[in-house]
Structure formats: structure tokens, C-alpha cells
């Protein structure tokens, strides 16, 4: 069965720092693309990051580029979102999600259950 | 980026009620059109990837149409589980976006 579990997330000052990771089980995670989305409370989804599954390729929305940084490590079957620079906006739910196989850029067939982060003074 | 326009935003409908759900894309995307249901607290679901194609253990009730800059989600026979939020999101780019969300409540 294929799980992602995300951990990480809490309270933090604006400012500070946070790191999240997405432990994955139940395939073959070095195959896989993976993203990381996120969920502003009472909105909805905005897609922030992209890695492949070597983790040469990788992109960001705009307004987390220079302060978050997308990276994975295929031995320990983890992906992970270091955050810097927080601010009140990126307090949010934020999701992992596997890309479908087989696609230049694929649907997300599974996510985790989501890690909440909150950036308040 | 690609911008991706849902309507409407909120509907009301009833049990066996026929809906419909679109979405606009800012630019021809082909048909990289994919189809979430999010239920409040929980993680987004794949119901249709590729504009038409129903993904695995979705119920048939669902399908997807379009190709260029339209879409439609349709449920034929709106269930009590289907009263959810429904998003758009376009994969023909490396930055993927995500539709507005329509939310579905019951009559």
C-alpha cells in the first residue's frame, strides 16, 4: 500500500525556520516525481515545488523561491521542504504528493495526510 | 504561469442531481487537465487525470471532458459522498495550478 507521511510542521516565528519531511512506503520512491503542495486555512490548493525522482530537476513557485528548498533522499525513501524566511502567508497545510508515472509532469495519485505549519509572532 | 478559472465557485444540488463543473485554462494546456475531491480535513483525491480518464476505484458517476483551454467535471447522479470540494489542476507545465475550487453542498 502506498503511504506518504509528512512530519515537521508546528508553530514558528515569522522569520524563522522549519524543516518538513515526507516519508514514503510502498513503492518504489526513486521512480517517482514528488511535489510539495500547500493549503492556506479556508482556501485552496497551491502546487510550491517539484522534484524528479533523481532530484537534478527542480522548480518552485515564486513566491517561495530563495527561501524554501525542495531535496529527497531515495536511500532513506524521504522527501523534504526547508523552509526559511517564514512568513505569516506561508502558514498552511502542506501536502506531499506522488506524480503519476508516466508523464512529462503527471496527476498527483497520492497524498499525505498533510502537516500543519503556523507562522505567528 | 498558467492561470485555471473554475465556476462556479459553490453550488447547492440535491441527492440524484446531475452537476457540472468547469474549468478554464489561460492558455491551450491539451488535455493536462486533472480532477481533485477534497472532503473537509482531508487530502485531495484523484478522480479523473488526463482531461477524460477515470482514475482506478473512482466511481463511474464521475467523468471529464475537454481538450485546449475547456473542461468540464460531470457527476450524473450526485451521492450523499460526493458533497465535497472539487479542483482543476493543469500538469502541462512544470509549475502546476490548481483551479479555485468548487464546493458542492447539499440543497
Known amino acids: 500500500e502506498v503511504q506518504l507521511v509528512e512530519s515537521g510542521g508546528g508553530l514558528v516565528h515569522p522569520g524563522g525556520s522549519l524543516r518538513l519531511s515526507c516519508a514514503a512506503s510502498?513503492?518504489?520512491?526513486?521512480?517517482?516525481?514528488m511535489n510539495w503542495v500547500r493549503q492556506a486555512p479556508g482556501k485552496g490548493l497551491e502546487w510550491i515545488s517539484y522534484i524528479s525522482n533523481s532530484g537534478s530537476t527542480i522548480y518552485y513557485t515564486d513566491s517561495v523561491k530563495g527561501r524554501f528548498t525542495i531535496s529527497r533522499d531515495n536511500a532513506k525513501k524521504s522527501l523534504y521542504l526547508q523552509m526559511n524566511s517564514l512568513r505569516a502567508e506561508d502558514t498552511a497545510v502542506y501536502y506531499c504528493?506522488?506524480?503519476?508515472?508516466?508523464?512529462?509532469?503527471?496527476?498527483?495519485?497520492?497524498w499525505g495526510q498533510g502537516t500543519l505549519v503556523t507562522v505567528s509572532s | 504561469d498558467i492561470q485555471m478559472t473554475q465556476s462556479p465557485s459553490s453550488l447547492s444540488a440535491s441527492v440524484g442531481d446531475r452537476v457540472t463543473i468547469t474549468c478554464r485554462a489561460s492558455?491551450?494546456?491539451?488535455?493536462?487537465l486533472n480532477w481533485y475531491q477534497q472532503k473537509p480535513g482531508k487530502a485531495p483525491k484523484l478522480l479523473i487525470y488526463a482531461a477524460s480518464s477515470l482514475q482506478s476505484g473512482v466511481p463511474s458517476r464521475f467523468s471529464g471532458s475537454g481538450s485546449g483551454t475547456d473542461f468540464t467535471l460531470t457527476i450524473s447522479s450526485l451521492q450523499r459522498e460526493d458533497f465535497a470540494t472539487y479542483y482543476c489542476q493543469q500538469s502541462y507545465s512544470s509549475s502546476a495550478t490548481f483551479g479555485g475550487g468548487t464546493k458542492v453542498e447539499i440543497k
Open positions: 510502498g513503492f518504489i520512491f526513486s521512480s517517482y516525481e
Open positions: 504528493a506522488r506524480e503519476a508515472g508516466g508523464y512529462s509532469y503527471g496527476p498527483y495519485d497520492y
Open positions: 492558455q491551450s494546456i491539451s488535455s493536462y
